[in-house]
Nanobody, 117 residues
Framework: QEQLVESGGGLVQPGGSLRLSCAAS????????MSWYRQAPGKERELVAA????????NYADSVKGRFTISRDNAKNTVYLQMNTLKPEDTAVYYC??????????WGQGTQVTVSS
């Protein structure tokens, strides 16, 4: 069955960097675009970044453009999110999912990112 396992979150100071990973299993990873979402306390889950099946197409929320980079390794069934110049408003639980515009699969447990001094 489908499984998505996010990792790499943590506590970081403003201006710092983190790299998130999402290991996928239970489906043919290379057949699907993949996305990262985040949900901050009291807010709805929002799409942060998306990447096409072979990585040539990407899309970013305006709030993270120029700071975050999504990538994937189809040989490892893994999608990444490199986050630079982090801001307190980036604090959220980050999730990955199949799909480019809307989520197609089940949600994993997410990984907590906290940006604070």
């Amino acid at each position: 069955q489908e499984q998505l396992v996010e990792s790499g979150g943590g506590l970081v100071q403003p201006g710092g960097s983190l790299r998130l990973s999402c290991a996928a299993s239970g489906f043919t990873f290379s057949n699907y675009p993949m996305s990262w979402y985040r949900q901050a306390p009291g807010k709805e889950r929002e799409l942060v970044a998306a990447i096409g099946r072979i990585g040539s197409a990407t899309n970013y929320a305006d709030s993270v453009k120029g700071r975050f980079t999504i990538s994937r390794d189809n040989a490892k069934n893994t999608v990444y999110l490199q986050m630079n110049t982090l801001k307190p408003e980036d604090t959220a639980v980050y999730y990955c999912n199949r799909g480019f515009i809307s989520p197609l699969g089940h949600w994993g447990q997410g990984t907590q990112v906290t940006v604070s001094s």
